[in-house]
Structures are given as C-alpha cells and as structure tokens.
C-alpha cells in the first residue's frame, strides 16, 4: 500500500475545494479528469467511491488508476483552469460512519473468537461482512452490544504510517500481504487494520449499530448491518412498512404477526372451500360432455395452471377420447394456457409444431404436454383439429 496524501486523507471533512485540473480525455462513461488535488474519496476497500460536481460537471464515480485519482464526469472540462469541487457529504458522512462501524465491530469479533473478516461490501440500504467461522445468534446478539459500548466510550481514532521497523512488530489485521507504506487505523481497545478507507474522527459519531440479519455463508457467517444515519434511514423505512400493515390489517403494531397468522388461516380455508366448489364445477362440466371419440376441445376461462390440470386428468381417467385439450383463457396476460392429452405417439414433435404455428411454448412428458398459447381461441381450435381432429 503506497503512502497515500490526498485532500481526503489530509481532511476526510472536507466538503469543497479548489484545485487545478490536469487532464481531461474522453473516458467509457463520459469523461475521466485528473485535478492537482481531490477531496473525492476513489472506490477500494470496500468502500464506494464519492459522488458530487467538479464544477458544472456531476461526478458518476472516482477511481484510483495508475496511481492517480480519476474522476469520471458528465462534462469535459479545461485543462489548466481551477475548478471547484463539491462532495455529496451525506454520502460520504455515512460512509464513514458505517466503515469505522465495520473495523470495530470485525475487531472485537477477531479479538474474542479470533474470526476474520474474509469479505466487506457496503451497498445502498445495508453493510455486509463475512467471517470465517460461525457465530450464534447468542454470540452475535453479544458482539452487537460491544461494539455499541465502544462508540459510547467515544474515543479518537488514529490513523498513521508506521515504518517498515515498526510495521514488523505492529500487530494489525490485513486481508492481503501490503508493500511499500501502510496506512494503519487504529480503534482503541476494539482494531487495528491496514485500511486505505476514510473514517470519522471519534467512535461517539458512529451513533449507534444494529444487526439485521445473519445466516450461514461458505462454511463461515455472513452478517448484514447499519449504523448512522443509515440505520435510522432503515428503522424509518420499516416503521413506514408497519404503519401501512398496521393501516390494512386494522391491527396494533405489536398484533401485526397474530393478524397475519388469522389472515393466512383464513386464506387456507377460503381456498379450501374454492377448491371444493371448483371440483364440483369441474364434475358437472365434465358430465355434461361427450363420453368418447376422437379429441375433446374443452375452454374455461381463469383456471390455474393446476385447476387445468386435475381437470384434463380427470377427462383422460373417465372419458375414452385419443386426444384432449383443456384451455383456459387467462385474460390480463392475454393468452390461453394448455394441458393437452393424446395418445399420439409423436405428441412431443406435434406439441413443437403447435408451439411454433400458435405463438406457443412448453412442452411436458407424453402423453401429457402444456404450456401457453398467445392466439385466439378460434386459431387454436382450428390448428389442433388440423392435426388431431
């Protein structure tokens, strides 16, 4: 890791700023601008890259590439003159809130189960980390509470290049071996890492940390979270998904799980009643047809994937047709979906012509095929007579 002296590194609070622009040259996505010196932060370590306007031209991602920052913009700009630039600082606030919140909480993890942290990805809603062991909900619910005491005690965080000497004894977690000079930040009493990311100046701006998922991940454990402002982003948003639950299950916010439990039981019995009505329905349709010949054109409207199929089956077991077709127009998708039954040999090359003639896909194991139509009920009819009829 080079030694690193950039406007980001030297104030990590800077929100604008003045500087020289060196090039400019047309890049894959408008155009990439190298400036005498940035306050935008380039995308690694797992942290995104900054967003803001150099100028009158947005700034859509920075990089660090060939050992320069490159910013990516909308607009050229002139080489020579002085531009000013200006961060997206809510972006980038957060950012380093939710990265230091990372550094302490994988920290104290290492310290106390000797894990490490083996992947990091900061996305839009919410952090990912990956351990290389697993942790319980009890001893995760345990590091949650720690790594919250830490950003109470509030305690500067320090950020040095160590000399080669003194980078031998330092003992510090590293993902990968580093040459050259190494950034170290150091959290008092939680981590100490090898990073190349921005962070804030006191554990207390953190606010606070919470675990919002964990699961099982390539014989490890992956832990989703939020800190900041980002996690009081998130307890809004699921306080608005409870307030619209609250608002259609006419339902106190802690009576939200027992009204969905009354609502799925009464589904399941409304659907068992549907199902008897529509095996009822399904008799008298079938009573009322023709007990044998050649093919059975048979179309209800709205059936479902599996209604047309117990009904084609229950035709195949109580009438002697070589050939039936139930159909079902589904209306809003307009199309018909299909389950034929035949006894012709070659049903698979015939399901493929009718597939191709009809607009038609699927396809199934004789002496069943199904799938869909998107044609009239009229050309279906004729085609399938064409050639079963």
């Known amino acids: 890791m080079e030694e690193l002296n950039e406007l980001f590194y030297r104030d990590p ?11 400019c040259t047309v890049g894959k996505k408008g155009f990439d601008v190298v400036l005498s010196d940035t306050a935008f932060y380039p995308e690694g370590g797992g942290q995104p890259s900054d967003l803001g306007n150099l100028g009158d031209a947005k700034v859509l991602f920075v990089k660090r590439q060939n050992g320069q920052v490159v910013h990516q913009t ?13 961060i997206d600082w809510a972006r980038r606030y957060d950012n380093m809130q939710n990265h230091s919140c990372e ?26 980390v990956d351990f290389d062991g697993y942790l319980t909900p009890e001893q995760l619910a345990e590091m949650e509470e720690l790594t919250n005491a830490a950003f109470r005690k509030g305690q500067n965080i320090h950020i040095f ?39 804030v100046k006191n554990t207390a701006e953190i606010g606070s940390f919470k675990i919002l998922s964990s699961f099982k991940h390539r014989g ?93 089956n229950r035709l195949a077991e109580k009438k002697n047709f070589e050939s039936i077709l139930v159909l079902s127009e589904q209306a809003e998708k307009k199309l ?34 199904q799938g869909s139509f998107a044609s009239s009920e009229e050309e279906i009819r004729k085609a399938v007579e064409a050639k079963l009829g």
């Open 74 to 86: 909308d607009k050229d700009l002139k080489v020579g003159e002085t531009v000013k630039g200006k």
């Open 161 to 199: 290049f160590p000399s080669e000497e003194e980078l031998k004894a330092l003992d510090f977690r590293s993902k990968k071996e580093l040459k050259g000079k190494v950034r170290i930040v150091e959290f008092p009493e939680a981590d100490i890492c090898a990073c190349c990311g921005t962070h």
């Open 336 to 369: 018909f979906n299909y389950i034929l039954f035949s006894k012709e040999p070659n049903l698979a090359a015939l399901s493929r012509e009718l597939n191709k003639e009809l607009n038609g896909r699927g396809g199934g194991k004789p002496p069943f095929v």
């Open 220 to 312: 490890g454990t992956r832990v989703e979270f939020a800190a900041g402002k980002r996690l009081i982003n998130y307890i809004n948003m699921l306080l608005r998904e409870s307030a619209s639950c609250v608002e259609q299950l006419s339902a106190k916010p802690q009576e939200i799980s027992g009204a969905l439990k009354q609502l799925y039981s009464e589904k399941n019995q409304l659907a068992e009643k549907l199902s008897k009505k529509s095996e009822r329905i399904m008799n008298l349709i079938s009573d009322s047809l023709p007990s044998e010949g050649k093919l059975l054109f048979v179309s209800e409207p709205e059936l479902t994937p599996f209604e047309i199929k117990v009904f084609c």
């Open 13 to 23: 609070y800077c929100q604008e700023f003045e500087a020289e622009v060196l090039s």
């Open 103 to 128: 550094h302490i909480f994988s920290g104290l993890v290492n310290r106390k189960y000797g894990f490490n942290n083996v992947g990091f990805h900061m996305g839009d809603d919410v952090l990912t």
